[in-house]
C-alpha cells in the first residue's frame, strides 16, 4: 500500500514539474517576443524591417499580377516582364507582334462561321 502511495506521489510531482517546465518556457516566449517588438519599434530595425517586408510584399504581388495572364506582351528580352514571367513560352515581344496579329486576321477573317456580305442593289 505505502508503495502505491509514493508511486502516485512521483507521478504527481513528475506532472508538477512538466507543468512548471511548461510554464517557464511560455515565460521565456513572451520575454522573447516582448524583446523582437521593442526592437523592432525602435530606430533603424524598425524601419529597416518595415520597408523590406514592404518590399517583399511588392515583389510578390507583382510575381503574381505578371502571371495571371494567359499572354504578356513585354518590351525585350532583358526586361523585369520577361525575368519574372514563369512560362516563357506565352511572352509575345515586339518582333513576333506583327506575324500574331497576321495569324489572328487570317484565322478570323477565313473563319466558316463568318457570314461573307452579298452586294446589294440599291434602287
Known amino acids: 500500500m505505502q508503495a502505491s502511495q509514493q508511486w502516485t506521489q512521483l507521478l504527481k510531482q513528475q506532472k508538477a514539474l512538466k507543468d512548471q517546465e511548461q510554464k517557464q518556457k511560455w515565460e521565456d516566449m ?22 523590406l517586408s514592404m518590399m517583399v510584399a511588392a515583389m510578390t504581388g507583382g510575381m503574381i ?8 506582351s513585354c518590351p525585350a528580352l532583358l526586361s523585369w516582364c520577361y525575368f519574372l514571367r ?9 518582333e513576333q507582334r506583327e506575324e500574331i496579329l497576321q495569324k489572328y486576321l487570317e484565322q478570323h477573317l477565313k473563319s466558316p462561321n463568318r457570314k461573307e456580305k ?5 434602287r
Open 65 to 72: 499580377l505578371i502571371n495571371v495572364p494567359s499572354s504578356v
Open 30 to 51: 513572451k520575454v522573447r517576443l516582448t524583446w523582437l517588438a521593442i526592437w523592432l519599434g525602435s530606430g533603424w530595425s524598425g524601419w529597416t524591417f518595415y520597408i
Open 86 to 94: 514563369l512560362d516563357k513560352s506565352t511572352i509575345v515581344l515586339p
Open 118 to 122: 452579298s452586294p446589294t442593289k440599291r
